[in-house]
């Protein structure tokens, strides 16, 4: 086995802990940057169609133009899909969101929810 | 460029395109989206270890024009040469400093291939929440490059007495 020499390996086995270490570091900087988030956006399409306050608790049925839906609860601070039209209900399975840039998109009804922060809202919806 | 270099050139390309084929049959995205075996990379090192570094480069980047254009699309090519382009640089570097075996080589190549993609996506699509993403793609990275590692070193050793390129 002279392609594995035993110094050599030891440097590999070096390098991939440093770049686990890493991948961790990483990681955990971007959890500890997430920020409670302050609304729940739905996005149909690409475009922005309604915003919701996470703190007051809602139950919102989203209509898509396909004649589909997608129920989004909003509770405690989280916005999640309970039901929806869509055969897969990869929309209901994914989580509860309540971070900012958290988000839930639901691929038949081209419908995606996103969580934004306070200083995302717009002007005229906070007047 | 000698005759028996260009058909060795030609095998090893045919050979990098056989083992992306492969992997498009079996995908490994199921598991987590996006991750691929690299199963080229075995090529690419092999070359690189045994023919040589501009050789290496050239077999890479044949590679992923063909395969993008048999494969896939023009857009996933520029992910892929920016993966194979970074992933190569790296390898070379590390090659050149002569303190890892293959197997650190190749965890290298697969780490930063994937780190190439994400730059180029964040180019194109302008969101960098992509690179939320890197930690996962690094741990699998590291994962693949192990195995390609062992797998390329045992091929590599099989051809320590035959002079090739």
């Not at chain 1, 594995?4 to 070096?14: A, L, P």
């Not at chain 2, 090893?12 to 690299?38: C, D, N, Q, R, W």
């Not at chain 2, 994400?118 to 690094?138: C, K, R, S, W």
């Amino acid at each position: 086995m002279g392609m594995f020499k035993d110094k050599k390996v030891r440097n590999d086995i070096i390098l991939a802990i440093a770049v686990l270490v890493a991948a961790a570091g990483i990681w955990l900087g971007t959890e500890l940057l997430k920020e409670d988030g302050a609304f729940a956006v739905v996005t149909v399409k690409g475009i922005e169609t309604a915003r919701y306050p996470l703190d007051t608790d809602a139950e919102i049925r989203l209509e898509s133009e396909n004649g589909g839906y997608n129920i989004l609860i909003i509770k405690n601070g989280k916005a999640d899909i309970t039901d929806a039209s869509c055969p897969d209900h990869v929309c209901v399975d994914q989580r509860a969101i309540g971070k900012t840039g958290e988000a839930i998109t639901c691929l038949p009804n081209k419908t995606v929810i996103t969580v934004e922060g306070p200083e995302e809202a717009e002007v005229d919806f906070v007047s | 460029m000698k005759t028996k270099k260009v058909a060795m050139l030609g095998l090893t390309i045919a050979l990098a395109m056989i083992m992306s084929y492969i992997e498009a049959l079996v995908p490994l995205s199921f598991a987590v989206p996006g991750i691929k075996m690299g199963l080229a990379n075995i090529v690419i090192i092999f070359v690189l270890y045994k023919i040589g570094t501009k050789e290496a480069i050239l077999v890479s980047l044949i590679r992923v024009i063909l395969v993008s254009l048999l494969f896939s699309n023009v857009m996933a090519m520029a992910y892929s040469i920016a993966g194979a382009v970074l992933s190569l640089l790296v390898m070379w570097v590390l090659k050149k400093t002569d303190k890892f075996s293959v197997i650190g080589v190749s965890i290298a190549g697969g780490i930063m291939h994937n780190v190439g993609q994400i730059i180029m996506a964040v180019i194109l699509l302008g969101t960098e929440q992509i690179a939320l993403y890197l930690p996962v793609l690094i741990i699998t990275g590291t994962a693949t490059g192990v195995v390609i590692g062992i797998v390329a070193g045992l091929v590599i050793n099989r051809f320590r007495n035959i002079r090739i390129g």
